[in-house]
Antibody
Framework: QVQLKESGPGLVAPSQSLSITCTVS????????VNWVRQPPGKGLEWLGM???????DYNSALKSRLSISKDNSKSQVFLKMNSLQTDDTAMYYC?????????WGQGTLVTVSA | DIQMTQSSSYLSVSLGGRVTITCKAS??????LAWYQQKPGNAPRLLIS???SLETGVPSRFSGSGSGKDYTLSITSLQTEDVATYYC?????????FGGGTKLEIK
């Protein structure tokens, strides 16, 4: 069955960078796009960006300068890197499969930005 | 970016009752709309895509409708397990954007 699972550092210091890995199973990354979506505590959902099956990427323009999404098809892993984190980047970070709507989601990884 | 507005951030409905959650886009999105249910501590769950197509396994008491800029999610015969926050999402244009959410509680 389709599964996605995020793994991240938990705590990041302000101004530092964030790296999160999404490990997928039950499908091939060459055939499906994977998105990153975040949700600050008690707030709504924000799409960050995605990587398509062919490796091309789309980003939320508001965050594009700080974001990088890449993948390793052979390891079934998708990577999110975000630079210059601030306290308002504290959120649950999800990866989700889909090109338009998001039918499969990981459980999320909570990232707290704090000194 | 297309803005998605859910006019009610909170709704309280009696068990067995019917509820309608509304979502308005800032531009026409041609039915390119999805609805999600999110329970506390869980990831969102896709309920409906294409404005009206129910995902496999979603109870038939859920339905979606709408066109143009205005869309609704309806739940009939409300059950306790329907207590959750509901989000709409447009995928007509990039970036895909979500509504602010409607939290549904039992009266």
């Amino acid at each position: 069955q389709v599964q996605l699972k995020e793994s991240g550092p938990g705590l990041v210091a302000p101004s530092q960078s964030l790296s999160i890995t999404c490990t997928v199973s039950g499908f091939s990354l060459t055939g499906y796009g994977v998105n990153w979506v975040r949700q600050p505590p008690g707030k709504g959902l924000e799409w960050l960006g995605m990587i398509w099956g062919d490796g091309s990427t789309d980003y939320n323009s508001a965050l594009k300068s700080r974001l990088s999404i890449s993948k390793d098809n052979s390891k079934s892993q998708v990577f999110l890197k975000m630079n210059s984190l601030q306290t308002d980047d504290t959120a649950m970070y999800y990866c989700a499969r889909g090109g338009n709507w998001f039918a499969y989601w990981g459980q999320g990884t909570l990232v707290t930005v704090s000194a | 970016d297309i803005q998605m507005t859910q006019s009610s951030s909170y709704l309280s409905v009696s068990l067995g009752g019917r509820v309608t959650i509304t979502c308005k886009a800032s531009d026409h999105i041609n039915n390119w709309l999805a609805w999600y249910q999110q329970k506390p501590g869980n990831a969102p769950r896709l309920l409906i895509s294409g404005a009206t197509s129910l995902e496999t396994g979603v109870p038939s008491r859920f339905s979606g409708s709408g066109s143009g800029k205005d869309y609704t999610l309806s739940i009939t015969s409300l059950q306790t397990e329907d207590v959750a926050t509901y989000y709409c999402q447009q995928y007509w244009s990039t970036p895909p954007t979500f509504g602010g959410g409607t939290k549904l509680e039992i009266k």
